[in-house]
């Protein structure tokens, strides 16, 4: 499943302008050609991974070091890395139900600001809705709230509720305010305080 998501991703990279790659994504301060740099981490050797996450110390640190490193790379080049990442490196095998996870977010935070949506295949949606990226800490968003969808089976959790489509509701797990007036509930300002 994470090789398809991951596949998925770069077929529509390559349908991406000029113009696209530099527009600004969903996340913090990343355009889309840093999101997709980011994408390509998989592609990484293992040794220079770890030597450079010692000196980062920190997932947003060194995040940010290897989307630095490829922002002079060339956009053919950049497709070339994310593509070598599609089949699951040693990350892919440690813990592909956080990498599917991440890999649909990081693609919603490049289709949703170019205003490119996509059908999410069910089975994928679900994976994801079921194992959030704990790299981004869902719990601190999920806790004491019940996630329910509205356009798959699947809820999970007590307490207030927060509704909306599963994909709004994987990204909310992922803390994307982008998507909290895409979402119902009497728990919507409780999630909404948290994404401060």
């Given amino acids: 499943m994470l090789a398809a998501e991951r596949a998925s991703l770069a077929e529509f990279l390559y349908t991406l302008s000029d113009e696209d790659w530099l527009a600004p994504s969903l996340c913090d301060g990343w355009r889309v050609r840093d999101v997709a ?55 892919g095998h440690l813990m592909p139900s956080a990498l599917h996870t991440d890999a649909m977010v990081h693609q919603q ?59 709004a509701l994987v990204l909310a797990m992922a803390g994307r305010p982008a998507v909290l007036s895409e979402l119902e509930g009497d728990g919507v300002p409780t999630l909404a305080a948290r994404m401060g």
């Fill in 37 to 91: 740099a980011h994408m390509a981490l998989d592609a990484i050797p293992l040794g220079v991974y770890l030597g450079a996450a010692a000196r980062a110390r920190s997932i947003d640190k060194l995040n940010n070091h290897f989307v630095h490193e490829a922002s002079e790379m060339s956009i053919p080049d950049l497709l070339h890395h994310v593509e070598s990442g599609i089949r699951p490196g040693p990350w």
């Fill in 109 to 167: 935070d490049i289709r949703r600001p170019l205003g490119r949506p996509r059908l999410i295949p069910e089975e994928r949606l679900h994976y994801a809705l079921a194992h959030p990226d704990f790299g981004a800490n869902p719990r601190r968003y999920t806790k004491g709230l019940r996630f329910v969808a509205t356009d798959v089976d699947w809820a999970r959790g007590s307490g207030p509720e927060v509704r909306g489509a599963g994909e």
